[in-house]
């Protein structure tokens, strides 16, 4: 327990010691001026990402299959949710600006709801289905202006156990922006806190890229086969929970 305190404490430091970027980011936004804002973003929040990864949990990344990922365009990475340190995985070890749809609640806590904001995220409320319906639009919407998107269609982490099924209407954004299906497989984030639900120095991850699928110009029937065709890529071969994750020394 004591030292999630301290990465906690740690993590919230270098927010602050950021937040003359966070204001300068502000500022851009306000002014209208999205090319300085979004190099202001996307400039720090990787460096932010890798920083927890590198720094503060002592973990080390493998990444596979980068190469594969399209270069002018925007994509819909979809793929397995294992823990917390999915997201900081991806902003860090994909070069490749992107944002996620994220719980309404996450846009209530100070700092880090303006770098969301900042970063582009939209905020879902489960709980409003009209809202829920409006918040996909807005994400398609953002893809379209060039915002890739994160989606993780089991809703839930697995924290290293069993996947959860892929929910077909995780997809919609995908299909309604357009844009290519990056399938990602995620291996051993939950083992960094999920595992002891504490904190877990010096674990090992992988990140592997698939082929992009593309989305444009399916019809509802190839369209309804991508989900049990993702989840399939994303996790065949998936290395699922067998012990408890032991720290590195």
Known sequence: MF???IALIRVAFYMLSKNNLRRLALKYDKAGDIENRDKVVFGIVPQWARYVFTNVTKSTVE???EEKIPKDR???FIGNHQGN???PLLFGF???PMTFVAK????KIPLLSDWMRLLQCTFLERKSPRKSIQAIHDAAEGVKKGYSQVI?????RSKGGPHH????GSFKLAFMSDAPIVPVTIDGTWRIYEGQKKVVTGQHVKLTIHDPIETKGLTKEEQSKIPEMVEKIVCEGLEEKKAEPKENQ
């Open 63 to 65: 990444v596979i299959g």
């Open 152 to 156: 993780f269609p089991e809703g839930t």
């Open 165 to 168: 099924e892929f929910k077909a």
């Open 74 to 76: 925007a994509v819909v």
């Open 104 to 107: 309404a609640e996450l846009g």
């Open 85 to 87: 340190m999915d997201i």
């Open 94 to 96: 994909i070069n490749k």
């Open 3 to 5: 030292k999630t305190i």
